[in-house]
């Protein structure tokens, strides 16, 4: 079992940013995988960035590159969205999850979500 706990969401007006945390706990293999992903009202949810635990490779979604950077701490299990120049259709709940092995940009591959923290971005 991994646990998967975010922080970091918020009110922020378009253009500014935020960051957000996932912190990782429990039985995390030594090669995997963490993404952020996110879903606004009415849509399914989305992949927005991930990063391999090992060797540090990232991949992002063409809709927030150059914006976001994706991150992690090995020491402190956890993994981080900085987010820049946000835009209003950047407002979603964004989850963080987990998987062995590679990155990979399909959710149902993943098998540990969290909890979910909701970001807005006011026009």
């Known amino acids: 079992q991994v646990q998967l706990v975010e922080s970091g969401g918020g009110l922020v007006q378009a253009g500014g940013s935020l960051r957000l945390s996932c912190a990782a706990s429990?039985?995390?293999?030594?090669?995997?995988?963490m993404g952020w992903f996110r879903q606004g009202p009415g849509k399914e949810r989305e992949f927005v960035a991930a990063?391999?635990?090992?060797?540090?490779?990232?991949y992002y979604a063409d809709s927030v590159k150059g914006r976001f950077t994706i991150s992690r701490d090995n020491a402190k299990n956890t993994v981080y969205l900085q987010m820049n120049s946000l835009k209003p259709e950047d407002t979603a709940v964004y989850y963080c999850?987990?998987?062995?092995?590679?990155?990979?940009?399909?959710?149902?591959?993943?098998?540990?979500w969290g909890q979910g923290t909701q970001v807005t971005v006011s026009s």
């Open positions: 429990g039985r995390t293999t030594s090669n995997y995988a």
């Open positions: 999850a987990f998987r062995p092995g590679t990155i990979v940009v399909v959710p149902l591959e993943y098998e540990y």
């Open positions: 990063i391999s635990w090992r060797r540090g490779n990232t």
